[in-house]
């Protein structure tokens, strides 16, 4: 069974500073691996997909990398901003069904 | 486009009562999925479907009923309410032809007293 783990589950940091949000998994027969923001009180809303052949994924400011053979993934978010603040939870498959594992989530707090 | 709309948004159950979750999405997806999330925890799957006519069970799926009759609509149904199945529950779809990339509902907040 696929084990996904985050950490830490929280972060605090000033505006414009780069944010390093990590995400470990326990089968390196990962399918796709997914990272998700979550607002309070919301569902999740999904921000980059990262297929089984695919080793990275870029939207805008956001980069995310997977490296099976470590069991690892990183979401790099640049020069971050107060509205960036939410909790980023990581999730990975493996099958094509979609159906994932997910960490606990890292809260992110943006401080002006 | 609604995406995926959830209802209800809130619900409080006693101990023992039943109640279904709907869950609809106008995108024509064939995937769907229920999740529950529990304070500090990640989501667990409960059920999913590909399929009207199709649906299997996820990690944690005793207490739980799902149907897939039509491909827009995947309800929940809970019975016998129990204490441990206060929670907040996310459907979520998925198309085939980006598989894995979910869509999420806002979700439906279960408290059982």
């Known amino acids: 069974k696929q084990e996904v783990t985050q950490i830490p589950a929280a972060l605090s940091v000033p505006e414009g500073e780069n944010l390093v949000l990590n995400c470990s998994f326990t089968d390196s027969a990962i399918y796709n691996l997914q990272w998700f923001r979550q607002d309070p009180g919301k569902g999740l809303t999904s921000l980059l997909l990262?297929?089984?052949?695919?080793r990275e994924q870029t939207s805008g400011r956001l980069n995310a990398s997977l490296d099976k053979s470590s069991g690892r993934s990183t979401l790099y978010i640049a020069a971050s901003q107060p509205g960036d603040s939410a909790t980023y939870l990581c999730a990975g498959s493996t099958d094509s069904w979609g159906k994932f594992q997910f960490g606990a989530g890292t809260q992110v707090v943006v401080t002006p | 486009n609604a995406g995926v709309t959830q209802t209800p948004k809130f619900r409080i159950l006693k101990i023992g009562q039943s109640m279904t979750l709907q869950c609809a999405q106008d995108m024509n997806h064939n995937y769907m999925y229920w999740y529950r999330q529990d304070p500090g925890m990640g989501l667990k799957l409960i059920y999913y479907?590909?399929?009207?006519?199709?649906?299997d069970k996820g990690e944690v799926p005793n207490g739980y009923n799902v149907s897939r009759s039509t491909t827009e609509d995947f309800p929940l149904r809970l019975e016998l309410a129990a204490p441990s199945q206060t929670s907040v529950y996310f459907c979520?779809?998925?198309?085939?032809?980006?598989?894995?990339?979910?869509?999420f509902g806002e979700g439906s907040r279960l408290t059982v007293l």
């Open positions: 990262i297929q089984s052949s695919q």
């Open positions: 479907s590909v399929g009207a006519g199709i649906t």
């Open positions: 979520a779809s998925s198309s085939t032809t980006v598989p894995g990339e979910l869509f």
